[in-house]
């Protein structure tokens, strides 16, 4: 008897990689749940909120709260647009694929060269701030060169366990996700419950923040509370051929992310507050205490707590450095494996013992390590380096949606066992529309800047990025040297799948849902 889903003595996953070009090499022991937990830590609520609980109260108050819901809904759209594609191209690598597929191969390699880079100097910057709760927790002063040490180990762990393979990646990234559950949405529920010192209606005022101008601006201004928090779900899209029955629980997986992270980030954002007494909330909205979340916890938790606490978030860090490697290195080797990159051949093999690309995750592991050097001999430079990491990422998400609306408007009706049928356009012109406002949002100067550097400090580093993407494209043309697969090929790539379910006997009316 033929198993569920089988085709022809392949699975119907195998098929569907064959009819776009490629031949399966990794090892498909991903669940719906595992690919989850990989997204979840990737977009890590609980380094989100630690990272930006004060700046984001010093500048919009309380309600600042509140870019958490609506960050969350844009997103959501986002997710939504990604699971189509997704559902249609289930391979390795997500936002260059996609890009490729949608659009072009040129159009893919700048997109995914600006997302690598995003990618990397975000895993350096969550390697560094998490290097101080290590330090924290065995009682160590964070000197900067505990700072480096603590930092490279993240980053070689991380590497060791992704080097194991796919099996372990996931076994760590549950482990992440139950983690980062624990720090956020029970410790925020105990603080709303028993440590309240704030009454609800705080996160309707604004305690002054924004002095006398209009609040508008100010609340603007704090976007980046919710901005920060929501990327990270495409990583379970990067793992697509490692994920089994991808085109059904890849798009889940990532609505999931989006649900459960925006639920236990408000929940621990709003605990923070709310155990906050009127004095330390003051001094949070003066600036004065600008690192206000442990001594909540000291308050609330006791020491004996507070040392448990950071056994969690060290965890938390270790998955979330864990997943961006992953992501990265996935998203390399997907450049490779079409030769679209110098030393293609090195960085696109899979060890056969680990089924996981090998050069790829070392390069993701390596340069950040030279990052942290960098940083370690010039400390002041890691808000600067890592300044237009955020933006890069909205930006490669937008182009995804822009390509998806594109090929929509060309006729285009996604044909992934997971679509939205009839109300795909209208989600895909409000991802865009919201997107496009995002990335206004994380290009406008930041409050209190007052130099031309540090005031446009992100457009800065995204045009460096993306301008020497350009440069290299136009002068070596890496398409030019590019495998012989398909590009811009939606609609008919739909055609073609469509008519390879209806060969196997699967039903038309479930073909499309």
């Known amino acids: 008897m033929t198993p569920p889903g089988a085709h022809g003595g392949r699975t119907a996953d195998d098929a569907q990689l064959a009819a776009l070009g490629y031949t399966g090499e990794f090892d498909r022991s991903m669940g719906l749940w595992a690919n989850m937990a990989l997204g979840f830590t990737y977009l890590s609520p609980l380094v989100g909120v630690y990272s930006l609980f004060a700046y984001s109260l010093s500048?919009?108050?309380?309600?600042?709260?509140?870019?958490?819901?609506?960050?969350?809904?844009?997103?959501?759209?986002?997710?939504?647009?990604?699971?189509?594609?997704?559902?249609?191209?289930?391979?390795?690598?997500?936002?260059y694929p996609w890009t490729r597929r949608l659009w072009n191969r040129r159009y893919a390699w700048i997109v995914s060269w600006v997302y690598i880079w995003a990618i990397i100097v975000t895993v350096t910057s969550v390697a560094e701030f998490?290097?101080?709760?290590?330090?924290?927790?065995f009682?160590?002063?964070?000197?900067?060169?505990?700072?480096?040490?603590?930092?490279v180990a993240l980053l070689v762990l991380a590497f060791v366990i992704n080097y194991s393979g796919t099996r372990t990646l996931a076994r760590i990234a549950k482990i992440g996700l139950a983690a980062e559950l624990i720090g956020v949405i029970a410790l925020g529920l105990f603080l709303l419950l028993f440590r309240r010192e704030q009454p609800f209606s705080i996160f309707f005022d604004t305690l002054g923040a924004g002095g006398e101008a209009g609040y508008v601006g100010t609340f603007l201004a704090a976007a980046l509370s919710g901005l920060f928090l929501f990327y990270g779900f495409e990583a379970c899209g990067d793992v697509a051929e490692e994920v089994a029955d991808p085109t059904r629980r890849i798009p889940r997986a990532m609505i999931l992310t989006i649900l459960v992270g925006g639920v236990s980030g408000f929940i621990s954002y709003a605990g923070y507050v709310l155990a906050a007494p009127d004095a330390q909330l003051q001094a949070i909205m003066a600036g004065e205490d600008v690192d206000p979340i442990p001594t909540i916890l000291e308050s609330s938790l006791g020491t004996a707590g507070s040392k448990v606490f950071l056994v969690?978030?060290?965890?938390?860090?270790?998955?979330?450095?864990?997943?961006?490697?992953?992501?990265?290195?996935?998203?390399?080797?997907?450049?490779?494996?079409?030769?679209?990159?110098?030393?293609?051949?090195?960085?696109?093999?899979?060890?056969?013992?680990?089924?996981?690309?090998?050069?790829?995750?070392?390069?993701v592991c390596v340069v950040p390590v030279l990052i942290c050097l960098f940083v370690f001999w010039r400390p002041d430079s890691l808000a600067r380096v890592t300044a237009f990491a955020v933006l890069g990422i909205y930006i490669a998400f937008q182009a995804v949606v822009l390509a998806a609306l594109r090929q929509r408007l060309r006729g285009w009706r996604p044909a992934g066992l997971w679509n939205l049928g009839s109300a795909?356009?209208?989600?895909?012109?409000l991802a865009l529309a919201y997107g496009l406002f995002a990335i206004v949002l994380l290009l406008r100067p930041a409050p209190g800047t007052e130099t031309f550097l540090d005031r446009w400090?992100?457009?800065?580093?995204?045009?460096?990025?993306?301008?020497t993407g350009l440069l290299y494209l136009f002068l070596?043309?890496?398409?030019?040297?590019?495998?012989?697969?398909?590009?811009?090929?939606?609609h008919e790539?739909?055609?073609?799948?469509?008519?390879?379910?209806?060969?196997?006997?699967?039903?038309?009316?479930?073909e499309i849902r």
């Open 476 to 490: 070596a043309r890496p398409d030019r040297h590019s495998a012989d697969i398909p590009e811009g090929d939606a």
């Open 139 to 151: 009682g160590i002063e964070a000197t900067p060169g505990v700072a480096l040490a603590t930092a």
């Open 59 to 95: 500048i919009g108050g309380p309600p600042a709260i509140w870019w958490i819901v609506i960050v969350g809904v844009g997103q959501l759209l986002v997710s939504l647009v990604f699971g189509e594609v997704v559902s249609q191209y289930p391979l390795a690598g997500g936002i």
């Open 493 to 510: 790539v739909a055609q073609h799948l469509q008519q390879i379910r209806r060969d196997a006997g699967v039903p038309v009316s479930e």
């Open 457 to 467: 400090i992100v457009a800065i580093g995204l045009v460096i990025v993306s301008g």
């Open 130 to 137: 998490g290097g101080g709760f290590v330090a924290a927790l």
């Open 312 to 363: 969690v978030t060290v965890v938390a860090f270790i998955s979330c450095v864990l997943s961006l490697q992953a992501a990265g290195s996935r998203l390399l080797y997907a450049f490779a494996r079409d030769r679209m990159l110098p030393a293609s051949g090195w960085l696109s093999h899979v060890s056969e013992r680990h089924a996981v690309p090998i050069n790829a995750l070392l390069v």
């Open 424 to 429: 795909g356009l209208v989600v895909n012109v």
